[in-house]
């Protein structure tokens, strides 16, 4: 097939969820196979999406975006049909790889529901890329969009959802509420190696922390905090800090009455969102009788499905980039070839304690 032979579908790459109870456990070892995360923390991981009778939101909040993008795609004449493949769950990427294969499509273009750089948010994607093509003779070309951390319709939503949930305060504390972005955190090792070598490491909490800024700057707010959320790893391990709780309680100490909690570093409501943030970082807020709101994410937002389209024509007509920031940015690569060598490294994979086996 020529290199140039026009984009025929979009495939759009999520990191998928359980939709049952039964699907729990084995959706969790998909996730954390050879990731050295310790067994109590998956007990407890299971035990939140158990709470929501063991189904993840985020397949239905893909498939909304997926419908949305589809009729911006229609009212932008794009008929390109679109795919549904996940990381870790039903529909498995390899499973709709194939399906891709079978009705005939030949050079796909991908986007995944990840705004950053990093290991998890974009390596580990073309990684899923390549696995993919590895499992499925005559595979399609597949070329993954690139990442969107500073794009207006990104910001511009995630700010207006700011707005929305502000309204939601008491009116005594609305104006005084500290904002509070909160992004997943990962390993400090990950982060360190994160973007090409040359442009210093640490591409995703550099993406993360100006995405923040960008919004609150939007927002007219001087004064915020950038914190992590939903740490895995075993205790001895360092993560991005501080958490989401903890700081709840150290604002707590410092007098704040209330808070704007902005998940920025997601996409959409899913189960981090609803469970570390919804309800435990609220119920924190609660002991100390604080303020606590929760905005909401930008996969919602008719924005985001512009935002979809707007990368396929980048892409596909050579429409110029639209952003913001001046972070590095990257994130395109064809068949899981990696944005510039060596991206996203991931370090060795800190393994258990040999007591805990
Ligand atoms: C940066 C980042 C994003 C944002 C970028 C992106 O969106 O891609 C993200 C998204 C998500 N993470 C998710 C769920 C999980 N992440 C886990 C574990 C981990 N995440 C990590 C990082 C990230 N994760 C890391 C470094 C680990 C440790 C294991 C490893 O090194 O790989 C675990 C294991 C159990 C535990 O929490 O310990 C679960 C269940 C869900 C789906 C939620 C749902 O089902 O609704 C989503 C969207
Ligand atoms: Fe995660």
């Known amino acids: 097939m020529s290199e140039n032979a026009p984009y025929d579908a979009l495939l759009v790459l999520s990191f998928g969820g359980p939709e049952g109870p039964d699907d729990v456990r084995p959706f ?31 397949n239905a909040l893909n498939r909304a975006i997926i419908d949305a993008v589809r009729a911006e795609f229609d009212a932008h004449g794009i008929d390109l049909p679109i795919y549904f493949g996940n990381r870790n769950w039903h529909p ?67 700010a207006d959802a700011v707005r929305a949930a502000r309204v939601e305060l008491p009116d005594e504390v609305r104006d005084t509420a500290r904002l509070v972005f909160t992004a997943h955190s990962v390993p400090n090792s990950f982060d360190a190696t994160g973007g090409p070598a040359e442009a210093g490491g640490h591409l995703y909490s550099r993406q993360v922390a100006e995405a923040a800024r960008l919004v609150a700057e939007a927002l007219g707010v001087a004064d915020y ?16 800090e501080p958490d989401i709780v903890d700081h709840i309680d150290a604002l707590h100490e410092r007098g704040t009455e209330a808070v704007v909690v902005v998940p920025v570093g997601f996409v959409s409501d899913h189960l981090e969102v609803v469970w570390d943030l919804d309800t435990e970082a609220r119920d924190r807020a609660a002991e100390h009788g604080m303020g606590f709101v929760r905005a909401g994410t930008a996969g919602t937002d008719p924005r985001f499905a512009q935002l979809v389209r707007e990368l396929v024509e980048e892409q596909r007509n050579g429409v ?25 490294e991931p370090p060795k994979r800190p393994t258990r304690p040999a007591a805990s086996r």
């Open 225 to 240: 905090d950038l914190v992590w959320q939903s740490r895995s790893g075993p205790p001895q391990v360092p993560w991005l």
């Open 92 to 158: 498995m990427v390899e499973d709709t790889v194939a399906a891709m294969r079978d009705e005939g499509i030949r050079n796909a273009l991908v986007f995944a529901t990840s705004a950053w750089g990093g290991y998890s948010g974009c390596r580990q994607y073309h990684e899923d890329i390549a696995r993919a093509r590895q499992a499925v003779d005559g595979a399609p070309q597949l070329t993954k969009l690139r990442q969107f951390y500073d794009h207006p319709l990104f910001l511009d939503a995630v």
């Open 320 to 344: 110029a980039a639209r952003r913001r920031g001046t972070e590095p940015l990257l994130g395109v690569g064809c068949n899981g070839s990696l944005c510039a060598a060596r991206c996203c």
């Open 28 to 58: 969790l070892e998909n996730v954390t196979r050879g990731r050295g995360i310790p067994p109590e923390r998956l007990d407890e991981v299971a035990e939140h999406y158990l709470h929501f009778g063991g189904v993840s939101p985020i």
